[in-house]
């Protein structure tokens, strides 16, 4: 036990600047109904205390899958193909419950919040610690450190961290498969690749991000021809889910997919584009390119067209190569199929790949200013990133967190009850 706490405090001391880089983006997010951002629709989790308040239409949704799980889908199944993050909520939560039972009575709001909330900050930890491992590892610490500052003080790192949603991970999961599939190519077993990969599924299970595991499928299974693995993974991944879909059944729930069976992602790809015409399909597609191109500019705006100033430096150029240029290319072109298969073009849908734009663009950024003598600058740089950053949630007028107007969506009984901040069982 003394070991394992020495290892915990050891690890601690090891990544406090990206713990604190993640416990500031959550106190940001917690506290944002004070900058205003969706004055017109909120859901407060407290009347007077403008703490965790929500500004996305799905949070009371996402939240009660996680209270109530799993006894909400029976009322609500919108969520049901989304299990990790409903479990992680009631578990946390109930186990904080139990632990400060003899202490104070937590209800249902007070134990969801803090489940929620808990599993999100996980996924972004352990994803900043991810970026921060792989980006040192192929350049610098330097480099590292400032690619977690800019990737997670994002808007869309901000406005998601204390979110009751899942769209975060959009980002963040990229970030931790290719963390783990560089650890598993440095050092092969078949017990890794099965844990990974069931690791994985249970990753999926929280949102559906498959652009960079389908990228490592190609990479592995075409270039460098690991069939077996490339297969088993790809089957091993799948367990978390035929669990689940097991004990739906058993439950007597039904199961609903609700971006498949509502908006018919992926499935169009099979149902409407081989029966269109030659000149229509080319058009879709040439379509879809430039709305993805727009996409790219909206999320990453001028680190968009820093990156590729990058490969000037001669490091990136040993960084790159065959193996990471065909990985890379692979990576971008699957970020694209994902988003032609969803018919999705939100501005959030690219962020896929701020693993590759950020640290490229920091890179330049860096060797233009130790060119010309300006290292310091990065300091204020970043400050005013993250103001900007800051800014860009305000609406005006500015409207004090009171007179917000309190909204829910949806007529069942457990979104009713959230009114007032008060959640009753």
Request: charged share 15%.
């Amino acid at each position: 036990m003394k070991g394992i706490l020495k290892g915990i405090l050891k690890g601690l001391l090891k990544y406090r600047f990206i713990i604190l880089i993640t416990v500031s983006v959550f106190f940001i997010s917690a506290n944002i109904a004070w900058l205003n951002p969706r004055p017109d629709f909120v859901i407060k989790t407290h009347e007077k205390i403008p703490l965790f308040w929500q500004y996305n239409v799905d949070s009371s949704h996402e939240f009660l899958s996680g209270a109530y799980f799993p006894e909400y889908y029976e009322q609500n199944n919108l969520r049901i193909n989304r299990p990790t993050y409903a479990f992680g909520t009631r578990f946390i939560g109930e186990t904080v419950g139990f632990a400060l039972s003899p202490f104070v009575k937590l209800n249902i709001l007070a134990k969801g919040i803090i489940g929620y909330i808990s599993i999100k900050f996980i996924f972004y930890l352990f994803g900043a610690i991810c970026l921060y491992e792989i980006i040192k590892k192929y350049l610098n610490e330097k480099i590292a450190l400032l690619s977690v500052i800019i990737t997670f003080f994002h808007p869309h790192s901000i406005e998601f961290a204390t979110t009751f949603n899942s769209s975060e991970l959009q980002f963040i999961i990229p970030i931790i498969i290719i963390y783990l599939f560089l650890n598993l190519a440095k050092e092969y077993s078949l017990k890794k690749n099965i844990i990974y990969s069931l690791l994985l599924g249970l990753i999926m299970l929280a949102k559906q991000t498959y652009a960079v595991y389908l990228a490592i499928l190609l990479f592995s299974f075409f270039y460098k021809k690991k069939y077996k693995e490339s297969v088993l993974s790809g089957f091993i991944h799948l367990v978390p889910l035929l669990v689940w879909l097991l004990f739906i059944k058993i439950s007597g729930l039904e199961y609903w997919n609700h971006e498949v069976q509502a908006y018919g992602m992926g499935v169009w790809l099979f149902a409407e584009l081989p029966f269109m015409n030659p000149i229509d399909i080319i058009q879709v597609v040439t379509s879809s390119v430039i709305d993805w191109l727009i996409v790219l500019i909206k999320y990453f705006h001028i680190f968009i067209f820093l990156a590729p100033f990058a490969f000037m430096n001669d490091k990136i150029k040993n960084i790159f190569n065959k193996n990471t240029t065909i990985f890379s290319l692979l990576f971008i072109f699957s970020v694209w199929l994902q988003i032609f298969a969803s018919r999705s073009y939100a501005w959030y849908m690219s962020s896929d790949i701020a693993i590759l734009i950020f640290p490229l663009a920091i890179l330049a950024i860096y060797a233009v200013l130790k060119k010309y003598n300006l290292k310091k600058a990065i300091i204020p740089l970043t400050g005013l990133y993250i103001i900007l950053s800051l800014i860009s949630f305000i609406n005006l007028p500015w409207i004090h967190p009171y007179d917000q107007i309190n909204k829910l969506e949806g007529k069942d009984e457990k979104i009713e009850s959230i009114k007032g901040g008060v959640l009753t069982e």
